[in-house]
């Protein structure tokens, strides 16, 4: 079974620029969130998906990152324009609706700098 | 307000030796508490969860202690192995609520052979 994919692994854009993050949750997989870490600091929640609608977005930073989870399956979080500090790595994890005793899992993280 | 705390940034144990990974939460809704490890440029891996209910549960090497009126936990590792070296996330959640977790600041542990 695959696991949570992320995509690019890696970008670098330039101050203003627009940039999109990718995410593919696991198959079946209703919960879908978005975390980022900046500098080394804790993870923080940006949003939760249940399929296509979104559960809380209370993490989300401000009006310049839009996520949509078009159909239910796969993720994308937009920043436009970036700022320099939006830099740092963008997670994506999921999970099984209903269990509590489910456990997300999280994808390698895609690494944003904004120069 | 950072509501999950790991005040140590970084432990070094030897190999062979128990670690001991601690954690402190401010908020007392949270209900559910889980351990996460993290190789470098890899995303982050469960390892071990307790429910409120309870003030310990153990897997193996790993044994996470809940000591709700101090309102702390910690990941005690025995024993040690260099393939622990990595970054250790405790994360508070109410999977009741909405199950977002909520993240403590992470500590390396560097286990030396």
């Known amino acids: 079974e695959a696991g949570v994919t992320q995509f690019p692994s890696h970008s670098v854009i330039e101050k203003g620029q627009t940039v999109t993050l990718r995410c593919d949750p696991i198959?079946?997989?209703?919960?879908l969130y978005w975390y980022r870490r900046v500098m080394g600091k804790e993870i923080k929640f940006l949003l939760h998906?249940?399929?296509?609608?979104?559960?809380?977005e209370s993490g989300m930073p401000n009006n310049r990152f839009l996520a949509e989870r078009t159909g239910g399956t796969y993720s994308t979080l937009k920043v436009q324009p970036a700022e320099l500090e939006d830099s740092g790595v963008y997670f994506c994890?999921?999970?099984?609706?209903?269990?509590?005793?489910?456990?997300?899992?999280f994808g390698q993280g895609t690494r944003l700098t904004v120069v | 307000d950072q509501q999950v705390k790991q005040n140590s940034p970084s432990l070094s144990v030897q190999e062979g030796r128990i670690s001991i990974l601690n954690c402190d939460y401010t908020?007392?809704?949270?209900?559910?508490f889980l351990w996460y490890k993290k190789y470098p440029a890899e995303g982050p891996t469960f390892l071990i969860s307790?429910?409120?209910?309870?003030d310990k549960n153990e897997d193996g090497r790993f044994t996470v202690f809940l000591n709700k009126s101090a309102k702390h936990l910690s990941l005690h590792i025995v024993p040690s192995q260099p393939g622990d070296s990595a970054v250790y996330f405790c994360?508070?959640?109410?999977?009741?609520?909405?199950?977002?977790?909520?993240f403590g600041q992470g500590t390396t542990l560097q286990v030396k052979p």
């Open positions: 994360a508070a959640s109410r999977p009741s609520f909405t199950g977002k977790l909520i």
């Open positions: 908020n007392s809704m949270f209900d559910y």
């Open positions: 198959s079946g997989h209703d919960n």
């Open positions: 994890a999921s999970s099984r609706w209903g269990q509590l005793d489910t456990e997300a899992f």
């Open positions: 998906f249940v399929k296509e609608s979104k559960q809380d």
């Open positions: 307790i429910s409120s209910i309870k």
